[in-house]
């Protein structure tokens, strides 16, 4: 059973404009919060995480933003740059426990 | 110099053979960990390792074998290889069990 899930297998924004990643998970314990970047042929490269006591994290062009009520999970980034085309994951924890993640949501940001 | 790096980045094996992969972290992180991405994308952890103990076993065959000689290594051993192990498996390493996780640049199995 999945418990983090990225429902937008896909996503194409120009670039300059912002790209907004969705999540969404169904375990209420979860309390840490990490966003994954992939390029093919690598290995995924931590982005930005939030614990469940803040609801907004910035990072220079990336803020993620939790709504533990909706168990709702988002990346913003703004602006797009070419170099943001990639596979981003989405993923949970609870406590020190291990990490749950999503299926991943493919950026193509287009010239 | 990679700061998690597994051997090898390719491995075609045929059924029923027994293979290994190796993963090496020189970032002095207390945990490791073994994740399988399958052919849908998921990637789910099978092992992970701290301070050379094992502290998660999901359900894993067990013919796969993990091996932690040291806090910096863990080697994932796989037994009478079958057609379904084949998929990308990635090493990773993190301060602590939970936290922002390190990861190699994996290894795709092929099993013919």
């Known amino acids: 059973d999945q418990q983090v899930k990225q429902n937008s297998p896909s996503l194409s924004v120009q670039e300059g404009r912002i790209s907004i990643l969705n999540c969404d998970y169904t375990n209420s314990m979860f309390d840490y919060f990490l966003w994954y970047k992939k390029y093919p042929a690598e290995g995924p490269t931590f982005l930005i995480s939030i614990s469940s006591i803040k609801d907004k994290n910035e990072d220079g062009r990336f803020t993620v933003f939790l709504n533990k009520s909706a168990k709702h999970l988002s990346l913003h980034i703004v602006p797009s740059q070419p170099g943001d085309s990639a596979v981003y994951f989405c993923?949970?924890?609870?406590?020190?426990?291990?990490?749950?993640f999503g299926a991943g949501t493919t950026v193509t940001v287009r010239a | 110099d990679t700061a998690v790096s597994q051997t090898p980045k390719y491995l075609v094996t045929q059924m029923g053979n027994d293979k290994s992969i190796k993963c090496e972290q020189n970032l002095g992180h207390d945990t490791m960990y073994w994740y399988k991405q399958d052919s849908k994308k998921f990637l789910k952890i099978m092992f992970s390792?701290?301070?050379?103990?094992?502290?998660i076993n999901e359900t894993v065959p067990n013919r796969f074998s993990p091996k932690s000689p040291d806090k910096a290594h863990l080697n994932l051993h796989i037994n009478s290889l079958e057609l379904g192990d084949s998929a990308v498996y990635f090493c990773a390493s993190s301060p602590t069990v939970g936290t922002e996780a390190f990861f190699g640049q994996g290894t795709r199995l092929t099993v013919v």
């Open positions: 993923a949970a924890s609870v406590g020190d426990y291990k990490l749950s």
């Open positions: 390792y701290n301070n050379k103990e094992l502290i």
